[in-house]
């Protein structure tokens, strides 16, 4: 399944770490404005392809473009622009408020020089109140709780203002509602601003429910590729996951959901 319109592409991305090659020739279109979350096991590529997708880290063979031009020609500021990724974890300062670590987001755009100000611009005031956490805006990071902290570094991301948005395991360590809270936000801002994401997910009811496509990684190799409901089924859990078990996809509401029921 190959998007019409793809503003980031892998092709034939392979990387080595010395004498494992953790990809191994993956070919990837991202459609533009659609969700595609990768999955697989631990150790199946994911976080890397999401790295090389970013940028930082540049692939042994194989290319990464970006609108039809190559990621590699671009300097870091200019990736920045385009393209905001969420890592699992973002270092902070003790001390430093949400609105002053928000505003780190706008250094593609502004530059050093425009960093020295502490005025907002339009796209930090927009991060804040779109991610809900504008009421905390003057308080210190570390006196927020976990689900919190999440939202604020997603509005980090957003405050980018780039079209792309790359999501390496957002839900860690979050319990289950901060979890849905979390992933309920990504998908309203979505398609509120027409983002493409591209995140890598661990549970796959949650990847079956907002993803528009899923791509499951077995061993370095792209397995499956496509719609939820086409693709996560008894065989994708035995192949990918070696789980043996039954994949129910029942509709309430109207909205498509999937149950997993393991042998």
Same mark, same amino acid.
């Given at each position: 399944?190959?998007?019409?319109?793809?503003?980031?592409?892998?092709?034939?991305?392979?990387?080595?770490?010395?004498?494992?090659?953790? @990809?191994?020739?993956?070919?990837?279109?991202? =459609?533009?404005?659609? &969700?595609?979350? @990768?999955?697989?096991?631990?150790?199946?590529?994911? /976080?890397?392809?999401?790295?090389?997708?970013?940028? @930082?880290?540049?692939?042994?063979?194989?290319?990464?473009?970006?609108?039809?031009?190559?990621?590699?020609? @671009?300097?870091?500021?200019?990736?920045?622009?385009?393209?905001?990724?969420?890592?699992?974890?973002?270092?902070? !300062?003790?001390?430093? /408020?949400?609105?002053?670590?928000?505003?780190?987001?706008?250094?593609?755009?502004?530059?050093? *020089?425009?960093?020295?100000?502490?005025?907002?611009?339009?796209?930090?005031?927009?991060?804040?109140?779109?991610?809900? !956490?504008?009421? &905390?805006?003057?308080?210190?990071?570390?006196?927020?709780? =976990?689900?919190?902290?999440?939202?604020?570094?997603?509005?980090?991301?957003?405050?980018?203002?780039?079209? !792309?948005?790359?999501?390496?395991?957002? /839900?860690?360590?979050?319990?289950?509602?901060?979890?849905?809270?979390?992933?309920?936000?990504?998908?309203?801002?979505?398609?509120?601003?027409?983002?493409?994401?591209?995140?890598? *997910?661990?549970?796959?009811?949650?990847?079956?429910?907002?993803?528009?496509?899923?791509?499951?990684?077995?061993?370095?190799? #792209?397995?499956?590729?496509?719609?939820?409901?086409?693709?996560?089924?008894?065989?994708?859990?035995?192949?990918?996951?070696?789980?043996?078990?039954?994949?129910? &996809?029942? /509709?309430?509401?109207?909205?498509?959901?999937? #149950?997993?029921?393991?042998?």
């Amino acid at each position: 399944m190959t998007p019409l319109l793809s503003p980031l592409r892998a092709e034939g991305v392979r990387v080595r770490f010395g004498d494992n090659e953790v @990809l191994k020739g993956v070919d990837l279109a991202v =459609g533009a404005g659609e &969700w595609l979350s @990768l999955l697989g096991q631990n150790g199946s590529g994911k /976080t890397t392809l999401l790295r090389v997708l970013a940028g @930082l880290l540049e692939p042994s063979r194989g290319a990464v473009l970006l609108d039809g031009g190559p990621l590699e020609a @671009l300097s870091r500021r200019d990736i920045a622009r385009r393209i905001a990724l969420l890592p699992q974890t973002t270092p902070y !300062v003790h001390g430093l /408020t949400v609105r002053q670590f928000v505003r780190q987001g706008r250094y593609a755009a502004r530059g050093p *020089l425009g960093m020295l100000g502490e005025s907002d611009d339009e796209q930090v005031r927009a991060a804040l109140r779109d991610t809900g !956490v504008a009421e &905390w805006a003057d308080t210190p990071l570390e006196r927020l709780s =976990g689900g919190q902290r999440q939202r604020v570094r997603l509005a980090l991301a957003l405050a980018q203002d780039a079209p !792309v948005l790359l999501l390496d395991e957002p /839900t860690t360590f979050l319990d289950i509602r901060h979890q849905i809270d979390v992933l309920n936000l990504v998908r309203a801002l979505q398609r509120e601003r027409g983002l493409t994401v591209v995140a890598v *997910l661990h549970d796959l009811a949650q990847a079956a429910r907002y993803s528009d496509r899923v791509v499951a990684l077995r061993e370095g190799v #792209v397995h499956a590729d496509g719609a939820p409901s086409e693709v996560v089924d008894a065989a994708l859990l035995r192949e990918v996951y070696g789980v043996a078990g039954e994949v129910l &996809w029942i /509709t309430t509401n109207g909205v498509l959901k999937m #149950v997993v029921v393991p042998d």
